[in-house]
T-cell receptor, first 116, second 112 residues
Framework: GAVVSQHPSWVICKSGTSVKIECRSLDFQATTMFWYRQFPKQSLMLMATSNEGSKATYEQGVEKDKFLINHASLTLSTLTVTSAHPEDSSFYIC????????????FGPGTRLLVL | SQQGEEDPQALSIQEGENATMNCSYKTSINNLQWYRQNSGRGLVHLILIRSNEREKHSGRLRVTLDTSKKSSSLLITASRAADTASYFCATRYVSQGGKLIFGQGTELSVKP
């Protein structure tokens, strides 16, 4: 089946630094990818839709200048958390729709971010 | 928020018992999907049911969909300790393109 990878799987950084998370579709192309954030014991909250060749679409309440998304190619989307603060510590998960009717989405394994 | 509701929030049962989780959503959907997440891990896709379907089976899983009540249920029969995880429903709304909106989840604990 289709595989989505994320890198890194976990990262610890100091407050004020920026962190980049990569999401790759390994054996299929994805013109659209989705970024989610999950706090402990909570559900996944959709942050934004990443669109290849155009600007990302952000969900209400998500700061686009804080969470920069770049869909550089048909297999890569990146999420950069700029000037990270402890409240940005979370589990970040990306997904990509499969080919065809795109009913199924393939999720990456997630990236755990801890900001000290 | 468009997030769906799930109940119960937590469910604790003995091995061998059945587990039922419910999910409600708000507007017209293309499909509804169920996922499992082990603690701190990624999501595992369990089953997808389309808006024109009423019931679907996959192994020990049974999913029903009632579009008139905007609700779905996931039944896990003959549960095992390995079924211990969080379960989420996710809806793909007609008006929202391809994105999935997740419910709040049910934390299932199956005791051996």
């Amino acid at each position: 089946g289709a595989v989505v990878s994320q890198h890194p799987s976990w990262v610890i950084c100091k407050s004020g630094t920026s962190v980049k998370i990569e999401c790759r579709s390994l054996d299929f192309q994805a013109t659209t990818m989705f970024w989610y954030r999950q706090f402990p014991k909570q559900s996944l909250m959709l942050m934004a839709t990443s669109n290849e060749g155009s600007k990302a679409t952000y969900e209400q309440g998500v700061e686009k200048d804080k969470f920069l998304i770049n869909h550089a190619s048909l297999t890569l989307s990146t999420l950069t958390v700029t000037s990270a603060h402890p409240e940005d510590s979370s589990f970040y998960i990306c997904s990509a729709p499969g080919a065809g009717n795109q009913e199924t989405q393939y999720f990456g394994p997630g990236t755990r971010l801890l900001v000290l | 928020s468009q997030q769906g509701e799930e109940d119960p929030q937590a469910l604790s049962i003995q091995e061998g018992e059945n587990a039922t989780m419910n999910c409600s959503y708000k507007t017209s959907i293309n499909n509804l999907q169920w996922y499992r997440q082990n603690s701190g891990r990624g999501l595992v896709h369990l089953i997808l049911i389309r808006s024109n379907e009423r019931e679907k089976h996959s192994g020990r899983l049974r999913v029903t969909l009632d579009t008139s009540k905007k609700s779905s249920s996931l039944l896990i029969t003959a549960s095992r300790a390995a079924d211990t995880a969080s379960y989420f429903c996710a809806t793909r709304y007609v008006s929202q393109g391809g994105k999935l909106i997740f419910g709040q989840g049910t934390e299932l604990s199956v005791k051996p």
